[in-house]
């Protein structure tokens, strides 16, 4: 009776390699394999044997130990050691009560053995056993290789999984969820209690919720998943995003439950660092502008309903522009840190008086050099200004940097809420003003806003903002006001002066838009051009046969910080053709002051050029005799405020005596300003002053009136008591 295959997918039969070198017992096998039902290959040899294997593809080889040549233990070795030899069950022939040999076939890697004489019939059906227990071993092996590579997945995903089953209780948990937990399988009962225990109490409430609403509902399906975290052995903690499908049977009672549990720690770190970012100024670590805002709001909520007050403080530094341009921007950046420290230090009182987060102060960087300080709740206004004397005093400290000993002073506004702004806009708007406010009356003070700063807030903002134009516009020029000398009436030098007509706002005096342009940064293309502008026509009159003048240039402070001043100066008179000695640089004596080695190695500079050096509105500033002879400079400028009254107040008087007497003693001349009257003059001459200027002799002029006057008088102006 022939044998079917028991278990062939395919309608094929079983194919089985019979290898034996004797033709009788290699053609009983062929015929009684063949009657099982199996096409049978046959190989004589060990050789033939493994190369017909390769090519075949057997499901099953039988093999007779006792062979020339090749024995069957060698071919059964080599058969194991081929790629597609590993799983193919080998059944090897050995002689009766040889045990030595069944130990040697296992040892090759036969599978099982049969010993001679054969019973043909139970031979066939034991070769189908033994193909259907290594398909079933394949197979096996299949599920576990799969499952390996599922546990790999997972771990790379940082995907755990677990299964419940409501009916027996029965819990199941992956690989990755107990690394996840950090506990070892086994030390563990596991249930849904076992899970809750590693969630954090605090969220434990939310997930048995979130649980208990997807068994509530009574349909089968997928839920919507839930944040929360879980508690690593170790202590750390991991978010997780959990997501879980319940099945009901037939009669809507719960039956299972499949849930994932995705490690995102990673990504929620990612996402709190880029939180952190937007909310956070990575220079100082202060809160930025935005989260300020939001405090705000919240603040001058609070307040409204409880009828109390708060306060808002904007600061900015003075002159920090100047300092980042002297410095650089590694001490400016140092600079900014320290007063953040310091800011902070500030409110630290009041911080530790507030019982809640919501009444704590904030301090915030609110962009470049400005800070700003909410105090959610103040008793009266003079709390908010008691914070503010004690940033001036801190912040005011020297500031030791990299060796450098810096000075920054805070110009600081007041807002109150609810008074000063019905809005977190309004009240900045406020706040800002009442700062400016600060600015313009001389800096380095605090000041609370009163309604009038608001106007002078406008004005600037319409300066500003038509300022940026004015250049290209064509909208600046320059007025020349002659420097007479006073032994003989001759016009030695013209100061050019600034003047802004601007259709819209009308004539603005330098006075106020200078130190808006400063501020801005505007003045390096506005200082360039008066240099270019002056010097071209200085150049432009000599060519036209008038006297050589000197022509005076005044020099803002960040213009005179400027790293390659000497180079722009150098190009310029390169460019106009003005001889190096016509031109003469005011600089006022506060800039020198502020960076007193600075200022002397810029001047060393510059005077190697061979330009004339001045220093302007001397006497109004805090010049250091001692200081005064380091600087290579040619002349004194004597502040208009001095001569105003000097022959009717006995100080000025003084004062201009000293100057004039100083100058001299260091061997420099001396010109005087804003000379009006005859008897200034007069007093002026009897000590020895150099040179005036003044209305007395001409207002600052356009360049073709100058000419003209230059014209007239002959470069000679007439001297009272002297006739030309
Ligand atoms: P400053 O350099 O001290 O210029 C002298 C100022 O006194 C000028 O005012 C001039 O018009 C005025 N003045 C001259 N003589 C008399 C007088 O007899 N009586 C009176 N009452 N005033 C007199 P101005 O042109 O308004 O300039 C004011 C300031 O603006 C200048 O003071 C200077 O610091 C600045 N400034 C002017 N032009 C420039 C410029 O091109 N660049 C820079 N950085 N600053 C400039
Ligand atoms: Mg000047
Ligand atoms: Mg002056």
């Known amino acids: 009776m022939p044998l079917s295959p028991v278990s062939n997918p395919s309608s094929d039969l079983y194919r089985v390699l019979v290898v034996d070198d004797d033709p009788t017992a290699l053609l009983l096998a062929s015929q009684a394999l063949g009657n099982a039902g199996f096409e049978v290959i046959e190989a004589s040899d060990g050789l033939t044997a493994i190369d017909l294997f390769q090519h075949a593809d057997p499901d099953i080889v039988m093999m007779d130990v006792e062979m020339p040549g090749l024995n069957g233990f060698e071919v059964c070795r080599q058969l194991r050691n081929l790629p597609c030899g590993k799983l193919v069950p080998i059944l090897m022939a050995t002689g009766q009560d040889d045990i030595r040999s069944v130990q040697q076939a296992y040892d090759a890697g036969a599978t099982d053995f049969v010993t001679k004489p054969f019973n043909w019939q139970i031979l066939g059906h034991r070769l189908q056993y033994m193909i259907r227990a290594s398909n079933a071993t394949e197979q096996l092996h299949e599920l576990q290789k799969s499952e390996v590579r599922l546990g790999n997945a997972q771990r790379i995903a940082r995907l755990g999984n677990w299964e419940w089953n409501f009916k027996t209780g029965e819990v199941y948990w992956s690989d990755q969820l107990f690394s996840m937990l950090g506990i070892r399988r086994g030390l563990l009962r596991l249930n849904y209690r076992s899970f809750l225990q590693a969630v954090p109490a605090e969220e434990r409430c939310e997930l048995r919720y979130w649980l208990r609403e997807m068994v509530r509902s009574g349909s089968t399906g997928f839920s919507s998943g839930i944040n929360h975290s879980l508690s690593h052995k170790d202590g750390k903690r991991l978010n997780v995003q959990h997501q879980a499908e319940i099945f009901f049977d037939d009669d809507g009672n719960p039956s299972m439950m499949y849930g994932t549990v995705l490690d995102v720690s990673e990504l929620k770190q990612a996402q709190d660092q880029i939180l952190r970012l937007a909310r956070f100024d990575s220079l100082t670590g202060l809160a930025n502008r935005s989260v300020f805002r939001q405090r705000v709001t919240m603040a001058m909520d609070q307040a409204e309903r409880q009828g109390r007050l708060g306060a808002v403080l904007f600061l900015d530094l003075d002159n920090f522009k100047r300092i980042n341009d002297t410095f650089g921007h590694g001490i400016g950046d140092m600079l900014l840190r320290e007063v953040a420290v310091r800011l902070s230090n500030c409110v630290l009182p009041v911080q530790q008086n507030s019982a809640d987060e919501s009444e704590m102060p904030l301090v915030s960087r609110f962009g470049g050099d400005e800070f700003t300080v909410l105090l959610p709740q103040i008793n009266q206004v003079k709390d908010a200004e008691k914070i503010a004397r004690i940033i001036l005093e801190t912040i005011g400290h020297s500031i030791d940097l990299a060796g450098q000993s810096v000075v920054i002073t805070p110009s600081i506004g007041i807002a109150i809420f609810p008074h000063h702004g019905d809005d977190v806009d309004s009240l900045m708007k406020n706040v800002d003003?009442?700062?400016?406010?600060?600015?313009?009356?001389?800096?380095?003070?605090?000041?609370?806003?009163?309604?009038?700063?608001?106007?002078?807030?406008?004005?600037?903002?319409?300066?500003?903002?038509?300022?940026?134009?004015?250049?290209?516009?064509?909208?600046?020029?320059?007025?020349?006001?002659?420097?007479?000398?006073?032994?003989?009436?001759?016009?030695?030098?013209?100061?050019?002066?600034?003047?802004?007509?601007?259709?819209?706002?009308?004539?603005?005096?330098?006075?106020?838009?200078?130190?808006?342009?400063?501020?801005?940064?505007l003045i390096s293309s506005i200082g360039e051009w008066v240099l270019r502008e002056a010097c071209s026509q200085a150049r432009t009159w000599q060519e036209q046969g008038l006297p050589e003048f000197r022509i005076a240039v005044n020099l803002s402070v960040r213009q005179f910080a400027r790293q390659n001043l000497d180079k722009l100066v150098n190009e310029v008179l390169l460019d106009s053709g003005l001889p190096v000695h016509c031109l003469e640089l005011e600089i006022t004596e506060n800039m020198l002051m502020d960076d007193v080695e600075g200022s002397v190695e810029t001047l060393h500079r510059l005077k190697a050029l061979g330009v004339c050096l001045a220093i302007d509105d001397f006497g109004t500033g805090y010049s250091s005799l001692s200081y005064l002879k380091r600087f290579p400079i040619d002349r004194l400028k004597i502040d208009r405020s001095f001569i105003t009254h000097v022959t009717s107040d006995q100080g000025d008087a003084s004062v201009t005596q000293a100057i004039i007497a100083v100058a001299h003693n260091l061997g420099l001349s001396v010109t005087a300003e804003g000379v009006e009257e005859l008897e200034q003059l007069a007093f002026l001459k009897e000590y020895n002053c150099e040179e005036v200027q003044g209305y007395y002799f001409s207002r600052p002029l356009v360049a073709d009136d100058l000419a003209q006057l230059l014209h007239q008088c002959k470069g000679v102006m007439a001297l009272p008591g002297k006739s030309n």
């Open 433 to 521: 003003a009442a700062m400016y406010y600060v600015k313009e009356a001389g800096k380095n003070s605090y000041e609370l806003f009163v309604k009038s700063m608001n106007v002078v807030a406008k004005r600037r903002l319409e300066l500003e903002s038509n300022l940026r134009r004015a250049i290209e516009r064509n909208e600046l020029s320059l007025n020349y006001q002659p420097q007479v000398e006073l032994g003989s009436g001759r016009i030695v030098g013209v100061e050019a002066l600034l003047r802004w007509n601007s259709p819209s706002l009308g004539f603005v005096s330098p006075v106020e838009f200078i130190p808006i342009a400063e501020e801005t940064g």
